[in-house]
């Protein structure tokens, strides 16, 4: 059993590692305190880009992804995460809850993937809507099959990530399989559930137009879906690589050009989507 810590502010920029040994494998994780507790990357309070208006942004630890573009990949195991508890969370939320109101934004719990603890961030997002705040999840979808009807009544919208339109290129990029995530966005799409579609554009990983095209007519019918936005490949994340001794294999990747990134919102608004 993890040492209960405190959940610390930061940045999803900051190196976290090594904060609880003794948790669990994130593969093999069993909630068996249903979500009373949960492992914790860290939280901003003022992001700008992770849903409308002002936002607080939880990030969570566990994915079971393994992109190799990953800008976070401290957030891969529960055992780099803070072990803390869903009330001190819910505690530290309420006290920025008036601000977030007044700006009309709320929460976003991202990660890592928000639904490996999906109890813990159930019981989060649950408080936060008492509080009257507007809810957010960050997610790939690919453990979609595990949101019940319940859960996804705690959600004003999901930031769903859609890495690739083609199986091959998802399992090279992401280690895992495509149909869950797109699975989960045609549920999502049946439930009338507010979605902005987040696409990373990595040049000579995910940017094939044939690609692209792939994901703007799988999401161009979705009437669900408000935005799809463009997120251009950085490096930001790359000390994390490097000082968590993990293979790296976009070292020589550039950010993608402007011309680059013009085709490929071009492609998506020519399919009929709303792209930024
Ligand atoms: S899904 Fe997100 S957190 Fe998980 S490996 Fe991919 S980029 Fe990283």
Redesign the pocket.
């Known amino acids: 059993m993890s040492q209960v810590g405190t959940v610390e502010a930061g940045s999803r920029h900051d190196l976290r590692v090594g904060k609880s040994p003794d948790a669990p494998d994130e593969g093999a994780f069993h909630d068996e305190q249903a979500g009373a507790f949960g492992y914790v990357h860290s939280y901003e309070t003022s992001s700008r880009y992770d849903g409308p208006g002002l936002r607080a942004v939880l990030f969570v630890s566990g994915?079971?992804?393994?992109?190799s573009?990953?800008?976070?990949?401290d957030?891969?195991h529960l055992k780099d995460g803070t072990y803390v508890s869903a009330q001190q969370v819910i505690d530290r939320l309420s006290s920025f809850a008036p601000a977030l109101r007044a700006l009309d934004g709320g929460l976003t719990i991202s990660?890592?993937?928000p639904m490996v603890q999906i109890d813990f961030t159930r019981r989060i997002f649950a408080a936060a809507r008492q509080m009257g705040l507007h809810t957010a999840i960050?997610?790939?979808g690919?453990l979609g099959d595990r949101a019940d009807d319940g859960f996804l009544s705690c959600l004003d919208l999901v930031l769903l990530?859609i890495?690739s339109s083609d199986p091959d290129t998802y399992r090279k990029v992401?280690?895992r399989e495509l149909a869950p995530t797109l699975r989960f966005a045609e549920r999502l799409a049946a439930a009338g559930k507010p979605v902005w579609v987040r696409f990373?554009l990595v040049p000579g990983a995910t940017d094939d137009p044939a690609n692209v095209e792939g994901i703007a007519r799988f999401v161009a019918p979705m009437k669900n879906v408000a935005w799809v936005e463009v997120q251009p490949f950085h490096q930001l994340g790359a000390f994390k690589w490097k000082a968590m001794n993990l293979e790296y294999k976009h070292v020589d990747t550039s950010r993608p050009t402007p011309e680059l990134v013009n085709r490929v919102i071009g492609q998506f608004r020519a399919a009929g989507c709303n792209a930024r």
């Open positions: 994915c079971l992804l393994r992109c573009y990953c800008h976070n990949p957030t891969w990660g890592g993937e960050q997610t790939s690919f990530d890495k992401t280690g990373t």
